[in-house]
């Protein structure tokens, strides 16, 4: 599992690894996800920060039976439903599809143009992936699929690029969104008994901590997360 170490310096991932996914349980398990507030809903609404449609759809989550069953902070079955209205609000203040006029690469170093409006948590994922390079690269919880799409751009045909995410109706979105994902993508959910496809390196980013640990849950995550130990993550 790809994580950023903590210090800023070259580390191992095996401490890493089982260190970051209990904290983050722990730190996130009683969290509330950031639509569930009704007064934080009218303050997005007021700024623009969210549309309308999106606020009803966070509602609607937030009082699913679904999810009070499992846990989650979302009902997976309806998710794609937000996130495509999430994907719309975020696109309005950041980039992100890129293309391959966007960045450059300088002594091994990532850089992106003066327009390009990255969030944070996706530059570093970007910068410290493509230090190391990978042969193949497989994310957990793809999504609509903007950062295979990116890493795609960014490493090339160097990189085999593949994706998983428990909803197919995710996919269906990271598939007319990202058109070249369309063969790379599969339906696996961690917190089953399946097996995850093998690659030199994994990630996810913005899904561990939506998953409950009610009934043990993520017992089979755990053993996926190990999966990636002679991995060496850079910041």
């Avoid at 960014?154 to 969104?177: F, N, P």
């Amino acid at each position: 599992m790809l994580v950023a170490c903590p210090s800023g310096r070259r580390c191992n991932s095996r401490k890493v690894v089982w260190t970051n996914v209990h904290r983050g349980f722990k730190s996130h398990r009683h969290r509330h996800f950031r639509g569930e507030s009704m007064l934080q809903l009218l303050r997005q609404l007021a700024a623009r920060e969210i549309s309308f449609r999106q606020a009803i759809l966070a509602v609607a989550h937030f009082v699913s039976p679904t999810r009070f069953r499992s846990g989650d902070d979302f009902n997976w079955k309806t998710y794609h439903l937000h996130y495509k209205e999430e994907l719309q609000s975020i696109a309005k203040t950041a980039t992100l599809q890129l293309s391959r006029t966007d960045f450059e690469i300088r002594s091994g170093a990532l850089k992106f143009k003066e327009d390009v409006s990255l969030l944070p948590s996706h530059h570093l994922l970007y910068r410290i992936i493509t230090q190391m390079a990978p042969a193949s690269v497989l994310e957990v919880g793809c999504g609509g699929g903007d950062h295979l799409a990116n890493l795609s751009v960014l490493l090339g045909d160097a990189c085999e690029i593949r994706g998983v995410d428990r909803s197919e109706d995710q996919l269906t979105l990271a598939r007319k969104r990202n058109p070249g994902l369309v063969s790379k993508l599969e339906v696996a959910d961690i917190t089953g008994k399946g097996n995850l496809p093998s690659s030199e390196l994994v990630y996810s980013h913005a899904v561990l901590m939506h998953i409950s640990e009610k009934d043990n849950r993520f017992q089979s995550a755990h053993k996926h997360a190990a999966l990636c130990l002679k991995v060496r993550c850079v910041d």
